[in-house]
T-cell receptor
Framework: AQSVTQPDIHITVSEGASLELRCNYS??????LFWYVQSPGQGLQLLLK????DTLVQGIKGFEAEFKRSQSSFNLRKPSVHWSDAAEYFC?????????????WGLGTSLAVNP | DGGITQSPKYLFRKEGQNVTLSCEQN?????MYWYRQDPGQGLRLIYY???????QKGDIAEGYSVSREKKESFPLTVTSAQKNPTAFYLC?????????????FGNGTRLTVT
C-alpha cells in the first residue's frame, strides 16, 4: 500500500544549526511531492513542491528539499534554523489512485528550536 | 487578500448535539476538502468536493456530512453519530483536483465535545 513515512516524530535543534527532516514514500512511480509547515493552532502552509525536473527544489523561508528516486525520499533541509522555524512539518505525496489522484500524508515531525 | 476562512476558531458542544463548522474561500477554487487532525495521527480526509453540488467521502466520513451549494462554501456537520468528535478540523481548497495543485488551508476549528 502507498504510504509516507516521516521517521522522526520530534527533533530538537539549536538556533543556527542545520536541519534535515526525513521523508520516505512507498509508491510504484514517481509521485508529486510536497512539504507543508504548521504553526501551533494554525493551518498548514506550503513550503515547497516537486513535480519534475531539477531534483533540488527551493521553497519559502530558506527551505530546500531534494528528491532522490533511488531512495524514495524527499528530505527537507535548512542550513541555519531560526527560532521561528519551530513548528510541525508534514510531507505529502500526490499519487495516481485509479480515476483520481490522492494525497497521502506523513504523520509529521515536530521541530523544537533551542535558543 | 484571498484565502480560506474557518469559523469559529473554538467550538464547544455537548455530546449528542450536531454541530456545523463553517468554511468559506474567496480564491475561486473548484475543489474543497475537510480534514481531521488528531495528535500523532497526521491529517485524515473526511470529505472533498470537486465542484458545486457534488462531494465524495474521504477516508473517515462516518458521522460527518457536508454540502456544497455554493463554490465559496463547504460546511461540515459533525453529527451525534461521530463517536469521537473532539479534534482539530482543517478546511482546504485547491484550483481543482487532479492537476497536482497544492492545497490552501484555513486556520482550523478546534471542536471540543463533552
Amino acid at each position: 500500500a502507498q504510504s509516507v513515512t516521516q521517521p522522526d516524530i520530534h527533533i530538537t535543534v539549536s538556533e543556527g544549526a542545520s536541519l534535515e527532516l526525513r521523508c520516505n514514500y512507498s509508491y510504484g512511480a514517481t509521485p508529486y511531492l510536497f512539504w507543508y509547515v504548521q504553526s501551533p493552532g494554525q493551518g498548514l502552509q506550503l513550503l515547497l513542491k516537486y513535480f519534475s525536473g531539477d531534483t533540488l527544489v527551493q521553497g519559502i523561508k530558506g527551505f530546500e528539499a531534494e528528491f532522490k528516486r533511488s531512495q524514495s525520499s524527499f528530505n527537507l533541509r535548512k542550513p541555519s534554523v531560526h527560532w521561528s522555524d519551530a513548528a510541525e512539518y508534514f510531507c505529502a505525496v500526490d499519487i495516481n489512485a485509479g480515476n483520481n489522484r490522492k494525497l497521502i500524508w506523513g504523520l509529521g515531525t515536530s521541530l523544537a528550536v533551542n535558543p | 487578500d484571498g484565502g480560506i476562512t474557518q469559523s469559529p476558531k473554538y467550538l464547544f458542544r455537548k455530546e449528542g448535539q450536531n454541530v456545523t463548522l463553517s468554511c468559506e474561500q474567496n480564491l475561486n477554487h473548484d475543489a474543497m476538502y475537510w480534514y481531521r487532525q488528531d495528535p500523532g495521527q497526521g491529517l485524515r480526509l473526511i470529505y472533498y468536493s470537486q465542484i458545486v453540488n457534488d462531494f465524495q467521502k474521504g477516508d473517515i466520513a462516518e458521522g460527518y456530512s457536508v454540502s456544497r451549494e455554493k463554490k465559496e462554501s463547504f460546511p461540515l456537520t459533525v453529527t451525534s453519530a461521530q463517536k469521537n468528535p473532539t479534534a482539530f478540523y482543517l478546511c482546504a481548497s485547491s484550483p481543482r483536483t487532479g492537476n497536482n495543485s497544492p492545497l490552501h488551508f484555513g486556520n482550523g476549528t478546534r471542536l471540543t465535545v463533552t
